[in-house]
C-alpha cells in the first residue's frame, strides 16, 4: 500500500470515529463499526429511537471534493450489507424499526455534514 493511500486510510479512520462520537452526542446509539461482509463494508450502524441508520462515512479536503461522494454502486455494496445485517439481527425487522441511509461527510478536520435519508434502499 502507498504512502498516500495509508494516509487516506487513516484519514478515514479518524473521520469514522469523530463522526461515531459525533452521532452519540445527537442521540444516536452506535450498533456496529466497519461492519464487514463479503458484499461490502458499513461504516457505522446506529440506533436512534426506533430507527436503524447504515451510515455511510467520508473524509474530503473542502466542500468542493464532497460532490456525488456515493456512487450507484457504493449504494448497492451498503445496501447489501445492510440486508445483511438485519438477516442477523432479526428483532429490529420483527420490532418493525425503520430504516434510513445517511451519508456524513467530514470536511477538513471538524466540519460535519449530515445528510439524512441519502439514498433509498428500497
Known amino acids: ?21 459525533y452521532l452519540r452526542l ?6 456496529a463499526q466497519r461492519y464487514r461482509t463479503r458484499s461490502g ?6 440506533r436512534r429511537r426506533r430507527r436503524i441508520v447504515f451510515v455511510e462515512v467520508k473524509q474530503r479536503a473542502n466542500a468542493d471534493h464532497a460532490v456525488d461522494p456515493v456512487t450507484a454502486r457504493s449504494e448497492e455494496r451498503i445496501i447489501r450489507a445492510a440486508e445483511i445485517f438485519l438477516s442477523r439481527h432479526p428483532a429490529y ?4 424499526y425503520g430504516l434510513r441511509y445517511d451519508l456524513v461527510t467530514v470536511l477538513g478536520r471538524w466540519r460535519i455534514r449530515h445528510q439524512k435519508d441519502a439514498f433509498r434502499g428500497w
Not at 26 to 31: A, E, H, K, M, N
Not at 93 to 96: F, K, L, P, R
Request: charged share 25%; glycine share 10%.
Open 1 to 21: 500500500m502507498s504512502n498516500g493511500r495509508q494516509a487516506a486510510e487513516r484519514a478515514g479512520r479518524r473521520a469514522e470515529i469523530w463522526v461515531a462520537a
Open 26 to 31: 445527537t442521540g444516536y446509539r452506535i450498533l
Open 41 to 46: 463494508e458499513i461504516d457505522l450502524v446506529a
Open 93 to 96: 425487522v420483527e420490532q418493525g
